[in-house]
Structure formats: structure tokens, C-alpha cells
């Protein structure tokens, strides 16, 4: 068993993965119902997984870390922060420029939403306000981040002054959980295999064909931040080529983040491709699950492009202030959609109420959100969860030297 599982790992990750997902999408195309789900059964598995230890591994990494922290040495937290802020930002603002070059008409449908979406900004900052001092215990059994994150952090600073034993013990636990997640994530082909196996089968093509426009609209600005507005941010950061940290963390982020749909599922993924990167512990240990939270830059795109398009299905004449108006709103709104059940697509309807659409219609243009989302959360979260690690290299000199 250990040669077969040496030889496995000898043909690499990402062929693996590409296997798996070729291999799904035969199964998923031509075996029937009942063989579906049951391959399915390796998806879920991986999936649940990667949620199970995430929140476990970002508690004792971020104590560890902290707690082992030498005074002096450069962390480059705020520095990562303030390029998921630019990120999110400019995506928002391409998505407004996107919607008004190629305005897209859409047909609403009605459709059932069990999720009650926020009345307000205001709301959305509560909630995310709220998860940072929920219970810490129960911060990690529900995957609460900005819960598990604070108070690691609490925890890792009062640690400083442990004994060497105690911190000695912080930093084995961190490395046994890291050992976790390696292995976890050398079942991704498995898991991959699953997903796309179950989406090929349950997708109806016929349902995303009505809606090509606005997937173009949508994909196409999603595209463009990952491939041109991204890597101008990395260049004017670190003076470098970016163009090779920018292909790595899309083949070895984004696509896993692509098919499991859940930038909480990929923290796992991102945090063992950051230490491949040769990355300080002490940045990416609090930037990526952070970024899973805050860095939402698909999520601004997906706002304003719904939003914008439901404008237009009314006839409504958009100015440029009220344009950027809802880029500064969607920037906000997609950092605190982590705490909205259902994340950017139960955001809409409050950027449609600053263009006074009701909430009939706006509720409406979500239900259309999940009838696309089988590749609009795919290619968002793909964004979401390689920009991750893209602007934690960019902000870390240890990275931006080897160009």
C-alpha cells in the first residue's frame, strides 16, 4: 500500500485532479441515476471533510503562531488587507463598466427562497460584528470564522509568555493538524471525481442556455480580474512578473475551489499551497481565512451585474454616481457576505433597493442567481479563494524576491 500511495503521488496533484474530473464527467454524462450518486458519495466525503478541519486547523495554526511570535518580526497582516480591499473594490468597479458596455435584458422567474435576505448594510455589519465574539467552541463546530479567528488571536496573545513546553506542545498540535490535511487533500481527485460526476448529471444545460448573456457578463468580468486586474495589482506590489504566482494559484487554488464551491472548504487547500510557497506562517495563518471571510471579489462582481441587470430589464437609466454608489456598497456588502446564509447572491436585493426595485422583482433576479450558480458560485469562488493566496504572496517580501 505504501508504494501504490508513493506512485500515486509521483504523477502530481493537479494531474490527478484533471483525471478526476474527466473521469466525472464521462460517469456523470453517460451512467445512470443511482451510479451517479453513489460516486457521488466521494465528493461529499472530500467536501465535508475539508469543512470538518478547516475551522480546527485555523485555531491551533493562528494560537501557534502567535504564540511563538518573536517581537520585531514582520507579519505583512495590513499590508494583505489592503489589497483584498483594492481587489474587491476594482472588481466591483469592472463590473459596473462590464454591465454598461454589454447591458444584458434578463427574464424573471419565480422561484422558492428559503433564505430571508439582510434589510440593510447596517445588518450585514451586525452579523458579521455578532460571529466575532460568538461562542469559541461553537465558532468551530459551525465553521464560524471571524469567530475562530478572534479568538485564536485572544488566545495566541496571551500565550506569548507561556512556558517553551506549552508552546512547544501549541506548535506540535499545529503540525499534526497540518499533517491532517495533507492527506485530506491528496483524496481531491476522489473528491473531484464526485462533484463533477453529481453536477454533470443533476445540471440541466437547457436552463443556463437563456441566461448566456448574463453568464458571459458575469464570467467574462471574473476572467478579466483574475487575469489582467489581479496581476496588475500583484506587478505594481512586488515589481515582479506576476503572471507565474498568478497560473500557480489558479491551477493549485482555484480549481479545487471551483468544483467544491465553498471558499471555507478550500482554507485547507490555500493554507498547504502557502506553505509550499514558502510563505511566514504568522501572514498566512490570519490572511486566509480571513480572505475566505472578507476577500470577496467574484461576490462584488456577482452583485452589481445582477443588480445592473435587473436595472436595465426595467428600463431604468443608471448615472455614474449611483454606479459607484453601488461599487462602494457591493465592496462592503461582499466583505460581510459571509455572515448572509445563501453569501452574494442574498445581498442583491439590498443594491437593488438604491435603485428603488422592489423586492418582488429583486427576489426574483435570486432565484435566477441560483439557476446559474452552478457556474457562477463555481468561477466566483474559484476567484474568491485563489485571490486568497495571490495577495498573501504579493504582500510577503519572502515571496516578492524570487520574482
Not at 451512467?31 to 471533510?49: E, H, Q, R, T
Not at 464551491?261 to 493554507?271: D, E, L, Q, T, Y
Amino acid at each position: 500500500m505504501n508504494k501504490l500511495f508513493q506512485a500515486y503521488q509521483r504523477i502530481g496533484l493537479v494531474p490527478l485532479i484533471v483525471i478526476g474530473l474527466v473521469l466525472g464527467a464521462i460517469v456523470g454524462g453517460v451512467m445512470p441515476d443511482n451510479v451517479v450518486k453513489f460516486f457521488s458519495i466521494f465528493g461529499s466525503l472530500f467536501v465535508g471533510a475539508l469543512k470538518a478541519i478547516a475551522p480546527l486547523l485555523i485555531f491551533v495554526l493562528v494560537i501557534a503562531s502567535l504564540a511563538q511570535h518573536k517581537t520585531g518580526t514582520q507579519v505583512n497582516v495590513r499590508p494583505t488587507l489592503m489589497l483584498y480591499l483594492i481587489g474587491t473594490f476594482l472588481a466591483a468597479l469592472t463590473a459596473v463598466v462590464a454591465s454598461t458596455l454589454f447591458p444584458t435584458n434578463i427574464t424573471l422567474v419565480t422561484g422558492e427562497i428559503s433564505q430571508k435576505p439582510p434589510s440593510g448594510l447596517a445588518e450585514v455589519i451586525t452579523t458579521l460584528l455578532g460571529n466575532m465574539v460568538s461562542n469559541p467552541i461553537n465558532s468551530i463546530a459551525t465553521a464560524n470564522y471571524m469567530g475562530v479567528l478572534t479568538w485564536a488571536i485572544l488566545l495566541g496573545l496571551a500565550l506569548r509568555h507561556a512556558s517553551d513546553s506549552t508552546k512547544q506542545l501549541l506548535d506540535d498540535s499545529a503540525d499534526a493538524v497540518s499533517s491532517v490535511v495533507k492527506w485530506v487533500i491528496w483524496f481531491a481527485p476522489f473528491g473531484v471525481f464526485g462533484l463533477v460526476a453529481q453536477t454533470v448529471s443533476e445540471t440541466g444545460i437547457e436552463g443556463l442556455l437563456s441566461y448566456t448573456k448574463l453568464l458571459a457578463v458575469l464570467v467574462g468580468s471574473m476572467f478579466f480580474i483574475a487575469l489582467v486586474v489581479n496581476p496588475l495589482i500583484v506587478f505594481f506590489k512586488t515589481r515582479k512578473n506576476p503572471y507565474p504566482l498568478v497560473f500557480t494559484c489558479l491551477k493549485e487554488s482555484g480549481i479545487t475551489a471551483f468544483f467544491t464551491r465553498s471558499s471555507a472548504a478550500n482554507i485547507p487547500v490555500n493554507m498547504n499551497l502557502a506553505e509550499k510557497l514558502g510563505l511566514h506562517k504568522d501572514t498566512y495563518s490570519v490572511t486566509i481565512p480571513l480572505g475566505a471571510t472578507i476577500n470577496m471579489a467574484g461576490a462584488a462582481i456577482t452583485i452589481n451585474v445582477m443588480t445592473l441587470a435587473a436595472a436595465h430589464t426595467l428600463g431604468m437609466q443608471v448615472d455614474f454616481v449611483s454606479a459607484l454608489l453601488l461599487a462602494v456598497v457591493s465592496t462592503l456588502g461582499a466583505a460581510g457576505s459571509s455572515g448572509v446564509a445563501g453569501g452574494s447572491l442574498l445581498l442583491i436585493p439590498l443594491a437593488c433597493s438604491f435603485f428603488n426595485i422592489p423586492d418582488d422583482i429583486a427576489m426574483q433576479v435570486v432565484a435566477i442567481g441560483f439557476i446559474i450558480g452552478v457556474v457562477q458560485d463555481s468561477v466566483e469562488t474559484a476567484l474568491n479563494s485563489s485571490t486568497d493566496v495571490l495577495f498573501t504572496a504579493s504582500a510577503d517580501p519572502k515571496y516578492a524576491y524570487k520574482g
